[in-house]
């Protein structure tokens, strides 16, 4: 049963520390997504990939946030420094856009900036 | 206003009863989906759709292009159901914007 899966599940970190969110999608999809949910905003694309490739990261603050893909079962999300308004839930998909266009959640990493 | 409306904003039904989730987007798409997130925090895709309308067992989904409108329909609903419904659109490539979801709760 082929599923994305993050690490780690739940952060709890102080302002001002850089926080790693790693996400490993389903083998052999060639689109990975970073999304982020709160309360107030819902669901947001902060970033996508493309066969490694940044197609969109127009979503994401670029002064503190970076995404990267260093291989094809390996993206992560990073953020330094992080601020309280960082708070959130930040969850990984993949896909493979020539088939269903269909895309495949994580579980999410529950992030808290204190 | 939001590219994609979803109402109701929140919904309480009987088991067994039939339910309607409506959703409304702004912009020309080249698919629309039908997300459900489980209280535990889960996602999961229901539908990607484009035309007409799909099936897969108690859920029905359908599209009117023209109209700018999708709704969910859940048959014979059940408790299991409770969960937030989230309606996205991509309209260039695979970029989704999503709805603000409808909160649907189940009772026995």
């Known amino acids: 049963d082929a599923r994305v899966t993050q690490t780690p599940r739940h952060k709890v970190t102080e302002m001002g520390q850089e926080v790693t969110m790693r996400c490993q999608p389903i083998?052999?999809?060639?689109?990975v997504f970073w999304y982020r949910q709160t309360m107030m905003q819902g669901l947001e694309l902060l970033a996508y990939?493309?066969?490694?490739?940044?197609?969109?990261d127009s979503g994401m603050p670029k002064d503190r946030f970076s995404a990267e893909m260093p291989d094809a079962t390996l993206a992560t999300l990073k953020i330094q420094p992080s601020e309280p308004r960082d708070s959130a839930v930040y969850f990984c998909?993949?896909?493979?856009?020539?088939?269903?266009?269909?895309?495949?959640f994580g579980p999410g990493t529950r992030l808290t900036v204190t | 206003k939001n590219e994609v409306e979803q109402s109701p904003q929140n919904l309480t039904a009987q088991e067994g009863e039939f339910i309607t989730i409506n959703c409304s987007y702004s912009?020309?798409?080249?698919?629309l989906h039908w997300l459900q997130q489980h209280p535990g925090g889960g996602i999961v895709s229901l539908f990607m759709?484009?035309?007409g309308k799909k099936k897969h067992g108690r859920l029905i989904a359908t599209i009117n292009i023209q109209e700018k409108h999708s709704s969910l329909h859940i048959t014979a609903s059940h408790p299991r159901d409770s969960a937030v419904y989230i309606c996205?659109?991509?309209?260039?490539?695979?970029?989704?914007?999503f709805g603000t979801g409808t909160r649907l709760a189940v009772r026995p």
């Open positions: 759709l484009s035309s």
């Open positions: 998909a993949s896909g493979s856009p020539g088939r269903t266009g269909e895309q495949y």
């Open positions: 912009v020309g798409i080249s698919a």
């Open positions: 996205a659109v991509s309209s260039s490539g695979d970029k989704l914007t």
């Open positions: 083998l052999g999809h060639n689109t």
């Open positions: 990939f493309r066969n490694r490739a940044p197609l969109d």
